[in-house]
């Protein structure tokens, strides 16, 4: 959702251009990919329900509704703790308001990757496997992409590697202050129990999908580049869940997955031109919204090889930000 995971406006107003620009591409990708490939990304749309258990918490939750249902295309209303129930009868009765927002979305991010690249091979694209492992460059150029059995030519150069942005500071002569957030996700089959839309509760979520499990997360964890999901990360996703759906005796997990995610060094995306290379941009550090704000960073990187401007503006996210 464009509307941010939890939060005042002020706290992702810097992306929110970036947000609605992606929710429509996404919106418009939900039948186009499906008619190009066949993949179905199970975009769909549902409510999010923002739980809360305190009165600091319900003073936050307000403040959301207040300017949510300014943005067009969302309707968003506060409701005391019956009142959630009625929507979800599975969560706490401990919960004594909820944060109701209609006009988000999700799907499923493997099925989207697979679309996304049988669709551009499709177009002619070719997609190749391998660690780049050096560049030749001359005069502030890129020229080539070496890999370990490869060389690669290049006219323009797009650096998007998520949380591994940051080894390519040598190459490039800049700073790319990216840091892996590792993040545990579970995926349980709860019976007959089906979450009909998004429970959210101080950064975690639970709902069903359409593979019938029940999706729950997540962790945010600064350990490096490990990817191994931990019986930690496990207990701390299943600690929260229980908080927001404590009926859950007969679950059983069934998916246990890890990821990292690029956070930058002062949280926001970075996307744009490298400013001491010509034909190089990097497009990274969406920490937790990468899947929804992908489809705007690669407009803004299509723009700037294409035309030499982005539609969007940029200047906030440019990479020199940080070369001081």
């Given at each position: 959702?464009?509307?941010?995971?939890?939060?005042?406006a002020?706290?992702?107003?810097?992306?929110?251009?970036?947000?609605?620009?992606?929710?429509?591409?996404?919106?418009?990708?939900a039948?186009s990919?499906?008619?190009?490939?066949g993949?179905?990304?199970q975009?769909?749309?549902?409510?999010?329900?923002?739980?809360?258990?305190?009165?600091e918490?319900?003073?936050?939750?307000?403040?959301?509704?207040?300017?949510r249902?300014k943005e067009?295309?969302?309707?968003?209303?506060?409701l005391?703790?019956n009142?959630?129930?009625?929507?979800?009868?599975?969560?706490?009765?401990?919960?004594?308001?909820?944060?109701?927002t209609e006009?988000?979305?999700?799907?499923?991010?493997?099925?989207l990757t697979?679309?996304?690249a049988?669709?551009?091979e499709?177009m002619?694209?070719?997609?190749r496997?391998?660690?780049?492992?050096?560049?030749?460059?001359?005069?502030?150029?890129?020229?080539?992409?070496l890999?370990?059995?490869?060389?690669?030519?290049?006219e323009?150069l797009?650096?998007?590697?998520?949380?591994?942005?940051?080894?390519?500071?040598?190459w490039i002569?800049?700073k790319?202050?990216i840091?892996?957030?590792?993040?545990?996700?579970?995926?349980?089959d709860?019976?007959?129990?089906e979450?009909?839309?998004?429970?959210?509760?101080?950064?975690?979520?639970a709902?069903t999908k359409?593979?019938?499990?029940?999706w729950t997360?997540?962790?945010e964890?600064?350990?490096?580049?490990?990817?191994t999901?931990?019986p930690?990360?496990?207990?701390?996703?299943?600690?929260?869940?229980t908080?927001?759906i404590?009926?859950?005796?007969?679950?059983?997990?069934?998916?246990?997955?890890?990821?990292?995610?690029?956070?930058?060094?002062?949280?926001?995306v970075?996307?744009?031109?490298?400013?001491?290379r010509?034909?190089v941009?990097?497009?990274?550090?969406?920490?937790?919204?990468?899947?929804?704000?992908?489809p705007?960073?690669?407009?803004?990187?299509?723009?700037?090889i294409?035309?030499g401007?982005?539609?969007?503006?940029?200047?906030?996210f440019r990479l020199?930000r940080f070369?001081?």
């Amino acid at each position: 959702s464009p509307l941010g995971e939890a939060g005042l406006a002020q706290d992702i107003l810097p992306e929110l251009a970036l947000a609605r620009q992606a929710m429509s591409i996404h919106t418009e990708w939900a039948k186009s990919l499906s008619e190009l490939t066949g993949v179905d990304t199970q975009h769909r749309f549902r409510p999010a329900l923002d739980i809360a258990f305190s009165e600091e918490e319900v003073a936050l939750g307000k403040s959301q509704v207040e300017w949510r249902s300014k943005e067009d295309g969302y309707r968003s209303e506060w409701l005391d703790g019956n009142q959630a129930r009625e929507i979800v009868p599975a969560i706490s009765k401990g919960v004594v308001g909820a944060a109701y927002t209609e006009g988000v979305a999700d799907l499923d991010p493997y099925r989207l990757t697979l679309a996304l690249a049988q669709a551009c091979e499709s177009m002619g694209a070719s997609i190749r496997h391998g660690e780049v492992i050096g560049m030749d460059q001359a005069n502030g150029k890129v020229l080539t992409i070496l890999t370990a059995n490869d060389r690669i030519q290049c006219e323009s150069l797009v650096l998007a590697m998520g949380p591994w942005s940051g080894i390519i500071s040598k190459w490039i002569d800049a700073k790319v202050p990216i840091r892996p957030l590792k993040g545990q996700i579970l995926r349980l089959d709860a019976g007959d129990l089906e979450i009909n839309c998004s429970v959210g509760w101080q950064g975690s979520y639970a709902c069903t999908k359409p593979d019938g499990l029940l999706w729950t997360g997540t962790t945010e964890e600064d350990v490096g580049f490990n990817e191994t999901p931990t019986p930690s990360g496990r207990d701390s996703v299943i600690e929260s869940l229980t908080k927001m759906i404590p009926n859950l005796e007969e679950a059983r997990i069934v998916e246990h997955t890890a990821c990292l995610r690029p956070l930058s060094a002062d949280g926001k995306v970075i996307v744009g031109p490298v400013q001491n290379r010509t034909n190089v941009f990097i497009a990274s550090g969406t920490g937790r919204k990468g899947i929804l704000l992908g489809p705007a960073l690669g407009e803004i990187i299509c723009d700037l090889i294409t035309f030499g401007q982005s539609r969007l503006d940029i200047e906030p996210f440019r990479l020199s930000r940080f070369q001081n």
